[in-house]
């Protein structure tokens, strides 16, 4: 494979940061630049394996920040690769506005970048959550929008200022749609981080509303390798959506975790549900194992044992993030519910 110089954006957060380690471990000739503003979600502790590599560096700073992507892109990169967002529904219920400011209007600077320096290749990493809850069967790539969330609407906002720049200027995009990720330095804000490093501390368990949404679970390395191979092969202009067919209740999920790390149910604690709570998420994802030859690797009774183990191993990081400027979300978040 030729030698690549990427730049990753929001890559001190938790998928963004399994990206660059897959990176660097799969490619020895690519050279990744990471941009993060390290907002409360970027931690560059996810990052200690590759910090030392000399095909890594580090940039702190804003994708809304346009002098500053001006300058960050005037000596070319092979491909960007955008992970900044915010990226919690419960966060941007109680706050719109910084998903509009970076979801969307980083994402339009980011392009005007693409443009500008005429970058062969920009990844918008998407979501499902923009095609909105479906009670059966699965979207694919051609299913119309219809976002429920704040972020799910930032997202799919992001995701059509793509294509109209593809269309109006062909700059050269690929979106991918990707399903709940789960895996090793998840901010404990989502569900399986939340559930495991609660269950371990002996705190109840929130579950929101009867716990019978679904949600289709894909190790974070499996989306990592699909991400990977869009980079080298996914057709510009295109849409990837990427699942892995896991899904399960949410009430089914937490049994699980609470049966690896042999903790009672009764920790389960049902909850107000979350406003406008989309039911079921699922995605058709034919298109990448097709025309990509893509599909996931690791099992899920495997991987979410490994999860586990990872989060039980790494207190010394959840509790550091659980004991800071969290503690005060937690608070807010749960007093509603
Ligand atoms: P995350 O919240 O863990 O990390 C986001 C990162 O972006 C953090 O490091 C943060 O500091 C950085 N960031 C935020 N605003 C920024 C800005 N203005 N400029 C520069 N950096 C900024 O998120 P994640 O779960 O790793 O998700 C990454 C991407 O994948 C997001 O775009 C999200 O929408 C998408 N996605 C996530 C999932 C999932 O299950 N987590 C599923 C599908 C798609
Ligand atoms: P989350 O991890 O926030 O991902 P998303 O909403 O983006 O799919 O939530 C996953 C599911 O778990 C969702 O149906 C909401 C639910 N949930 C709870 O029941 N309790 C919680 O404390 C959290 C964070 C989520």
């Excluded at 974070?220 to 390798?225: G, I, K, L, Q, S």
């Excluded at 959506?241 to 903790?263: M, V």
């Excluded at 989060?311 to 004991?323: A, L, T, V």
Aim: hydrophobic share 35%; glycine share 6%; with cysteine.
């Amino acid at each position: 494979m030729a030698a690549m110089k990427i730049l990753v954006t929001g890559g001190a957060g938790f998928i963004g940061s399994n990206f660059i380690q897959h990176i660097i471990q799969e490619h020895s000739n690519w050279d990744i630049t990471n941009l993060d503003k390290l907002t409360y979600a970027g931690n560059l502790e996810n990052l200690k394996d590759v910090e030392k590599e000399h095909r890594y560096h580090f940039a702190k700073g804003d994708i809304t920040d346009r002098e500053l992507i001006d300058r960050l892109l005037s000596p070319g990169f092979d491909a960007i690769v955008n992970f900044a967002a915010e990226s919690h529904v419960d966060r941007s219920i109680l706050d719109p506005s910084p998903f509009i400011e970076t979801n969307i209007k980083g994402t339009q600077v980011l392009l005007e970048g693409v443009r500008k320096y005429q970058i062969p290749r920009y990844i918008q990493v998407s979501t499902d959550e923009v095609y909105g809850s479906i009670d059966n069967g699965s979207f694919t790539e051609k299913s119309p929008l219809s976002p429920n969330s704040p972020y799910a609407t930032s997202k799919a906002a992001a995701d059509l200022l793509c294509l109209a720049y593809w269309k109006t200027y062909r700059t050269p995009i690929v979106i991918t749609r990707c399903t709940n990720n789960f895996g090793p330095y998840q901010f404990p804000e989502k569900l399986i981080p939340l559930a495991t490093t609660n269950a371990l501390e002996g705190k109840p368990i929130p579950v929101y509303g009867d716990g019978l949404n679904i949600r289709d679970w894909l190790y974070v390395v499996d989306h990592c390798r699909a991400l990977d191979s869009v980079i080298q092969k996914g057709t510009l202009g295109q849409i990837y959506n990427i699942g892995s067919g896991n899904e399960r209740t949410n009430l089914e999920l937490i049994h699980k975790l609470l049966e690896l790390l042999g903790k009672p149910k009764d920790l389960i604690q049902f909850v107000t549900d979350r406003p406008g709570h989309d039911r079921r998420y699922s995605l058709d994802v034919t298109k990448i194992s097709t025309e990509l030859r893509w599909k996931p690797t690791y099992s899920f009774e495997e991987s979410l044992a490994a999860t586990v183990k990872w989060y039980i191993k790494s207190e010394n990081w959840w509790r550091r993030i659980k004991s800071g400027e969290y503690t005060k979300y937690y608070q807010k978040m749960y007093h509603q519910r």
